[in-house]
Every structure is written in C-alpha cells, then in structure tokens.
C-alpha cells in the first residue's frame, strides 16, 4: 500500500468552541494513539479526504508530518472517521501510529477478478456478501485489496474465505468458512394474469320465488248483492 504524506498540527484548546473555531480555521480535530498518551492534534479535512478518493478499502496508510516540528515523519493509519449528521461534512478524525516492525490489524477491500461462468453462461447475478477483510501484516505489507477469482462460480456455488490466496506476509483473520461472494440465479420474468374474455351473452336470472297472480276482480252484480 502506497504511504501518503499528511501534514498535522498540535491542538492545544479542547471541547465545542476550540473544535468550532478549528473548523472556521478550515480544519477538523483529530486523536493521534500509538504513543505514551493520546496526542490532541488538528488536520486538514480536504486533505484527508482527498486521500480517499479512488482508494479501495477503510485502510490509508499515512506519513505524519508535523507542521513546525523538526522531528522526524511518524507513521500511522485512519482508525476511524466522523461525519456531521446534515451536512455530511468531515468533523473528526482518529489515528493510530504504527511500527515499521511490528505486525498490525487492518481491513482491506475485497475485489472481485474475472467473469463468473455463471453469469456468463446462464444470466445469473454474481452477489458480492463480504466487502472487506481483517488481516494481519506489517505496515510496509498492507495491500491495497485482495482479489476474489470469481470465474469458477457456477448458479448456487459459493466463494469463501478459505478460497482466497493472500499475499505474501499477509494472513487473514475472517473465518475460513465465511461466504466472499455467490452467484444466484437470474430474476424470473414477470408473466402477465391471462385476460378471461367476458361473455357474449348475458344469463337468465334465477327465479327464487314465483308471484301468485292477482285476483280478478269481482262482476259489478256481485259488489251489488253484497249491499
């Protein structure tokens, strides 16, 4: 993995106000560990985040100069990074400075190589399930990704950790037996409802009780004789 020069400043003030008036400065608060005590420092945020851009992976490994300072450039990794909730600006940074020799955990990105067969020859859709892994390895060994050769896989076959070979000096930490990547089936095609044509002649409608007749009327002479 290729080292980036970032350059740092300590940070004297701490809490809302100093970390507001860092911020209208044009940079963020940031933590460096690794040494005797946890070192309050600030750091460009364009800058960090510019070391980002095209890189694969939550890994960066970073050369710290410190603006001011005659010492020596100090090596370290982002450790973890804070956004605001709104503005998804950069607002803190956590580091941790490492030994050139001594073994650190890191997780780097996972990248798919070649075209699965059966994507390829069956239309089905390659699911990439795991997209980093922890590893083990001095600093100067850190590789940029590990590559998954996904070309093997078949409709239901299934890439594991245990499939991947790692560089050299590199050994992964992840279970062997967890799943890297799968290839599922292709999505069935929708088959539209067959229309039932309607009837061209309209039913009868079922008599459920028949009306008696009316009575008829009675001759005048009767209405007479009843009188």
Same mark, same amino acid.
């Given at each position: 993995?290729?080292?980036?020069?970032?350059?740092?400043?300590?940070?004297?003030?701490?809490?809302?106000?100093?970390?507001? *008036?860092?911020?209208?400065?044009?940079?963020?608060?940031?933590? #460096?560990?690794?040494?005797?005590?946890?070192?309050?420092?600030?750091?460009?945020?364009?800058?960090?985040?510019?070391?980002?851009?095209?890189?694969?992976?939550?890994?960066?490994?970073?050369? #710290?100069?410190?603006?001011?300072?005659?010492?020596?450039? *100090?090596?370290?990794?982002? *450790? &973890?990074?804070?956004?605001?909730?709104?503005?998804?600006?950069?607002?803190?940074?956590?580091?941790?400075?490492?030994?050139? &020799?001594?073994?650190?955990?890191?997780?780097?990105?996972?990248?798919?190589?070649?075209?699965?067969?059966?994507?390829?020859?069956?239309?089905?859709? #390659?699911?990439?399930?795991?997209?980093?892994?922890?590893?083990?390895?001095?600093?100067?060994?850190?590789?940029?990704?590990?590559?998954?050769?996904?070309? *093997?896989?078949?409709?239901?076959?299934?890439?594991?950790?245990?499939?991947?070979?790692?560089?050299?000096?590199?050994?992964?930490?992840?279970?062997?037996?967890?799943?890297?990547?799968?290839?599922?089936?292709?999505?069935?095609?929708?088959?539209?409802?067959?229309?039932?044509?309607?009837?061209?002649?309209?039913?009868?409608?079922?008599?459920?009780?028949?009306?008696?007749?009316?009575?008829?009327?009675?001759?005048?002479?009767?209405?007479?004789?009843?009188?």
């Amino acid at each position: 993995m290729a080292m980036q020069e970032l350059t740092v400043t300590q940070r004297d003030g701490k809490g809302k106000q100093a970390a507001k *008036r860092l911020r209208r400065e044009g940079r963020v608060p940031a933590i #460096l560990y690794g040494g005797a005590a946890p070192q309050s420092i600030a750091v460009d945020p364009k800058a960090v985040l510019r070391m980002l851009v095209g890189h694969e992976g939550s890994t960066q490994l970073l050369s #710290l100069k410190f603006d001011g300072d005659g010492a020596g450039l *100090r090596m370290a990794i982002i *450790r &973890d990074m804070q956004f605001d909730p709104v503005s998804e600006d950069l607002i803190h940074v956590d580091l941790q400075e490492v030994s050139a &020799d001594r073994a650190i955990t890191v997780n780097v990105a996972v990248h798919p190589v070649g075209e699965a067969i059966g994507v390829k020859d069956t239309k089905g859709i #390659l699911n990439l399930v795991l997209h980093e892994l922890h590893i083990s390895c001095l600093p100067s060994q850190i590789p940029d990704r590990i590559d998954a050769d996904v070309t *093997r896989l078949a409709i239901g076959d299934v890439l594991t950790v245990r499939d991947l070979t790692p560089p050299e000096g590199v050994r992964i930490l992840n279970d062997p037996g967890q799943a890297i990547a799968i290839v599922a089936p292709p999505m069935a095609e929708e088959v539209a409802a067959p229309v039932v044509a309607a009837a061209t002649t309209t039913a009868e409608p079922e008599v459920l009780t028949e009306r008696k007749p009316k009575e008829e009327a009675a001759p005048a002479d009767d209405k007479k004789a009843k009188k």
